[in-house]
């Protein structure tokens, strides 16, 4: 708990997840504690059984900083789920610890989610180390959407069309707007609203955690806003790397069209949701 803070005053909730990332959990703690927040916050640091050391580097470095090890990997939407239910602040920020935050990220978030309270989920403008945009606000998929980006399928005109549709390639990345849904590296959410809506549906384990929230957000009355005032680097791991290229990539695409079967499934009986 930083900042003298006793839990009826906590304001944020900072939610790591990890799992074998406790070089970069360390970076990604180091560049919060240097963040200007003028408000009490607690960090929460939760590590999805990967026997890496963790535990000895959070004793060593932050033994003020409240670490959750799981029994077993819960996958994205379980593991941050342990989080966020010891959360104590009346905002929640979860944020992959391939975030880095710059001096004013995260007040500047919290300042405009407390203002707009019709904001169910505020994500910020996400950039490579390089600075250069990365995608992470969507229109909603088409039904094989989800084919395309994992598959050769990809490269035909018309699906590639299709994912730069999805991408919204065709706005600016420079104004503050809402927007079907944001991926899940790094946003904040009202605890009220998590109390409301419920969590991550843990029926994902990887990939649709972060659409399905956000559908659940625009059903529920809250708007997903993607937030270009404030940005964050994100140190996206390049996981299909060197000779495990083919296996890697394999299992991430069974992983992603599964996530995106159980999506279907789940929402199958409901009207086509807007567009925003």
Known sequence: ICGGATRDSMEISIVILSYKMKRLVKNCIRAIQESNIDVPYEIIVVDNASDDGIEEMMRERFPD????????????????????????????????????????????????????????????????PDRTLQFTCYRWHEPLT??????????????????????????????????????????????????????????FFMYFEDTDLCRRMWQAGYKVVYFTETEVIHM?????????????????????????IKYILKHRAEPRPPRH
């Open 236 to 260: 996206h791991m390049r996981m299909s790397r060197g000779g495990l290229l083919k296996i890697l990539t394999n299992k991430l695409t069974r992983a992603h069209i599964r996530s995106w």
């Open 65 to 128: 900083i409240r670490l959750i090890v799981s029994d077993s990997n819960l996958g994205m939407g379980g593991g941050n789920n342990l989080g966020i239910r010891e959360a104590q602040g009346k905002y929640v920020l979860v944020m992959n610890p391939d975030i880095f935050v710059f001096e004013n990220s995260i007040q500047k978030m919290y300042n405009y989610i407390k203002k707009h309270t019709e904001i169910g989920l505020l994500s910020p403008r996400l950039l490579n």
């Open 146 to 203: 989800p084919l395309y980006r994992r598959t050769f399928l990809g490269k035909l005109p018309w699906a590639r069309r299709q994912i730069d549709h999805f991408l919204m390639k065709d706005f600016d990345h420079q104004q503050t707007r809402e927007v079907d849904w944001c991926q899940g590296s790094c946003f904040m959410v009202p605890k009220a609203v998590f109390d409301e809506i419920g969590l991550f549906d843990e029926d």
